[in-house]
């Protein structure tokens, strides 16, 4: 019998995968990642409630369950890194990092430890092997509103060749409908959707509470290098915003770019925010080991981006370039960039900047 580490958190994703696999036959172990959050900390985060509710649907599925303390991994790989990011002016993405580095990493090292042969998840996305080429691919959730493979892209082979992803075959309705005729008490749980360490959104507040720095203000100036106010420190400025500068302007700003070295945030107007060409680093390709000659293809370059058409080539190994087929709106360094070909996965990489 297959054996299946199954990541629960205590809502209704987790929750109605690890009765999916448990209904297809394999050997369930239910686990919990402790990752930052305390007793007393926002309703927003993993709290003993939602180890709770966990515990409460591994014992009716008669799993046993396990809760994983791993908040100093997620303190260097995924906080220390968002903190970085933004002091050296980029807008990062942590939920990738933390599937990266906690799910499908630490975890994974869990189910080897287990002897299981699977780590199961939640996520709305699927996972298929391609006999033409030999290699496992990933794909999107059948439900487009609520694909999650964006944040999937860094996985690798290995990574693939064991991990069930249940609910890529499944709307988020039917989701709910499934833990109704379970009689679960979540299904009407609330999807978490802020950053589980910065629950109230004030990312700047925490960025300073942490490292215990403050950031100095600076100048607002206009692309000519004109002063236009003061600004707040720069870690509160992010690429295409607008609101929350604090400015009497006689027209919409937006902000076009932040320079840590100069202390400045540059405004800019709507078109100025548009850009074709982009290079991002740290590289992780699915559909083959390396880009050999440029390919044709789409590419996310925010979560809720739409896809754009473009060009894609590898100009180092850790490296590629896009040039899209028409300029894309706010390209921020420190998001990711994802490719697709249709409902695929081709790879990603982090932006490191626009041209």
Not at 174 to 201: H, M, N, W, Y
Not at 323 to 331: C, Y
Not at 343 to 354: F, M, R, Y
Request: net charge negative; hydrophobic share 35%.
């Amino acid at each position: 019998m297959k054996k299946a580490l199954i990541a629960m958190s205590g809502g209704v994703d987790s929750s109605v995968a690890a009765y999916l696999i448990k209904e297809k036959g394999f050997e369930c172990i239910g686990a919990t990642m402790r990752l930052h959050c305390k007793e007393s900390e926002d309703a927003s985060c993993l709290t003993s409630k939602d180890i709770e509710d966990a515990r409460k649907i591994a014992s009716s599925l008669d799993m046993p369950y396990e809760v994983y303390d791993f908040q100093d991994n997620f303190r260097e790989k995924v906080i220390d890194k968002f903190v970085n990011t933004y002091k050296t002016g980029g807008t990062p993405n942590p939920c990738i990092d933390c599937n990266r580095h906690l799910k499908f990493a630490a975890l994974m090292n869990k189910m080897a430890e287990l002897s299981c042969d699977y780590v199961v998840t939640g996520h709305y996305a699927r996972v298929a092997f391609d006999e033409k080429s030999g290699r496992y691919l990933l794909k999107k959730g059948l439900d487009e509103s609520k694909d999650q493979s964006y944040v999937l892209y860094s996985l690798t082979q290995e990574q693939l060749s064991h991990i069930l992803l249940p609910l890529g075959e499944y709307t988020k309705e039917e989701t709910r409908q499934i833990a109704e005729k379970l009689d679960l008490e979540l299904s009407q749980k609330k999807d978490s959707q802020d950053i589980c360490f910065v629950p109230d959104g004030d990312y700047a507040k925490f960025i300073e509470e942490y490292t215990g720095e403050k950031f100095s203000e600076g100048d607002f100036v206009d692309l000519n290098g004109n002063k236009l106010g003061t600004h707040k420190g720069i870690i509160r400025y992010t690429i295409g915003q607008r609101k929350g500068l604090g400015l009497a302007l006689p027209a919409s700003m937006y902000v076009t770019k932040t320079s840590v070295e100069e202390n400045k945030v540059y405004l800019g107007f709507n078109e100025d925010l548009f850009s074709k060409e982009l290079e991002a680093t740290d590289i992780n390709l699915i559909f083959a080991d390396e880009i050999k000659e440029p390919i044709k293809c789409t590419a996310k370059i925010r979560y809720k981006h739409k896809e754009a058409p473009c060009t894609v080539w590898q100009t180092e190994k850790d490296r590629i370039h896009i040039e899209f087929d028409e300029p894309q709106r706010a390209i921020t360094k420190g998001q990711a960039v994802v490719l697709y070909d249709g409902d695929t996965v081709l790879g990603g990489g982090t932006i490191e900047k626009c041209l």
